[in-house]
């Protein structure tokens, strides 16, 4: 993946989104660290937050106007992870790059960075998707964890291979960011047993 590309993919986002989102995709640097790009995103409103998560795929209020998101670092943490998510990705099981659209509807998510998987045939024929448990990782991530777990034994690894992306965010899972593409927030879980209980 180069600059180029993950520059093309911003461009592309820049002209099919409204103008405040436009500002909030233009506002994210792909050269720029993770700490830099969530300092940029937490100076727009919550409104416009929202809206780019929307126009990215999320759903970051309920269909009753609760948020799904515990704090603006979470929806901000969320919306780095879509954008780049949709940046080119290369497939570690047949050897592809692949590049999502914002419409895509990924078979597999990356369980930690939320990126989307491609229709690569090797993956979908693995026996090991019917196991319990199964968690799919994007080769990004794989390498990082990878670098990250052997940085201290050898010098070689220190490195990142990629010069921007999920490579340069630390590892952290956030349950909440999830709710934001899947499922209920504990509220509307408690909210809805309420309801069952009467």
Not at 6 to 16: D, G, H, I
Not at 178 to 184: D, F, K, N, S, W
Request: charged content about 35%; proline content about 4%; glycine content about 6%.
């Amino acid at each position: 993946m180069t600059d180029e590309e993950q520059k093309r993919v911003l461009k592309r986002l820049e002209n099919e989104a409204s103008d405040a989102v436009k500002l909030l995709v233009a506002a994210y640097d792909d050269e720029a660290d993770y700490k830099k790009n969530l300092k940029s995103m937490k100076r727009f409103t919550k409104s416009v937050l929202e809206d780019t998560a929307r126009f990215l795929g999320g759903k970051p209020t309920s269909d009753s106007g609760t948020k799904r998101y515990k704090s603006i670092d979470t929806l901000c943490d969320w919306i780095i992870m879509a954008i780049e998510g949709l940046f080119p990705q290369h497939c570690a099981a047949c050897d592809a790059d692949y590049v999502l659209e914002r419409s895509s509807k990924p078979r597999f998510r990356c369980a930690q960075c939320g990126g989307g998987s491609h229709n690569c045939p090797n993956i979908l024929r693995e026996p090991v998707l019917k196991t319990p448990g199964f968690a799919w990782i994007c080769s990004g991530c794989s390498e990082k964890f990878t670098l990250e777990m052997f940085a201290d034994e050898d010098e070689e690894f220190k490195s990142p291979t990629r010069s921007a992306g999920s490579l340069k965010r630390k590892f952290s899972f956030s349950p909440s960011a999830e709710a934001i593409t899947e499922g209920e927030t504990e509220e509307e879980k408690k909210k809805k047993k309420k309801k069952k209980k009467k």
